[in-house]
């Protein structure tokens, strides 16, 4: 597995379903590694608490379970990887989420003179996670967790994002994980895939 960068620190991206507990990983994932975590649906949500004209045009396609367009996600994240606080590496979550974002992502870091360490995917059954983003709906009356915008969510993830995985484990650089399990036994086999890929120490 290829765990070179250009000598910044590592740039990581998270992969999974929804549901996946992608979120809560993220954050300890980020807190391992001592780098900031940056959630392109979190960026999506603040802006649409504050009523921005970008939380206004993503809440378009997030209500509906779609992706929100290239034109604005993919210089959202550009501006977030020159931001001071990323030199020294990132956590990815929610970003890339297609092969035409991955594309874009590797040449915006080639002209950074950087690039991704380690993809780590979190593989999960989908009638599991669907169960259990339909409690997260109750607990948290997110607008694009109803029962078929979440089905939605699932069918784009299956046909968009899962190609993308394929991308980079040509590439070399995807780790997949089981996603079954407690929030504990999720995390320690992430933290072992740190270890193996020798982003972190034991
Ligand atoms: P998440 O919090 O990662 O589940 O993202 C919630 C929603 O935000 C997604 O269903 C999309 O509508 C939108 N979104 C988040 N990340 C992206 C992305 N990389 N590209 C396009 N849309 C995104």
Not at 7 to 28: M, R, S, W
Not at 120 to 137: G, N, P, Q, T, W
């Amino acid at each position: 597995m290829s765990t070179v960068d250009s000598g910044n620190g590592p740039i990581v991206i998270l992969l999974g379903p929804p549901g996946a507990g992608k979120g809560t990983q993220a954050k300890q994932l980020a807190t391992r590694l001592g780098v900031p975590a940056i959630s392109t649906g979190a960026i999506f949500r603040q802006n649409m608490a504050d009523e921005t004209e970008l939380g206004q045009r993503a809440r378009e396609y997030m209500d509906k379970g779609e992706f929100v367009p290239d034109s604005v996600t993919n210089p959202m994240i550009t501006a977030r990887l020159k931001a001071p606080d990323t030199a020294n590496g990132c956590l990815l979550d929610g970003y890339p989420r297609t092969v035409d974002q991955a594309r874009y992502l590797r040449s915006t870091l080639d002209s950074m003179g950087r690039k991704v360490a380690l993809v780590i995917e979190i593989d999960a059954d989908e009638d599991e996670v669907v169960s259990r983003l339909l409690k997260r709906a109750q607990q948290e009356n997110r607008s694009d967790d109803t029962e078929p915008v979440i089905r939605h969510r699932m069918k784009v993830y299956r046909e968009q994002t899962e190609p993308m995985a394929t991308y980079y484990a040509e590439n070399d650089q995807l780790a997949v994980v089981d996603g079954m399990g407690t929030v504990e036994d999720v995390w320690e086999r992430i933290d072992q895939t740190l270890v193996h890929a020798g982003l972190v120490q034991p």
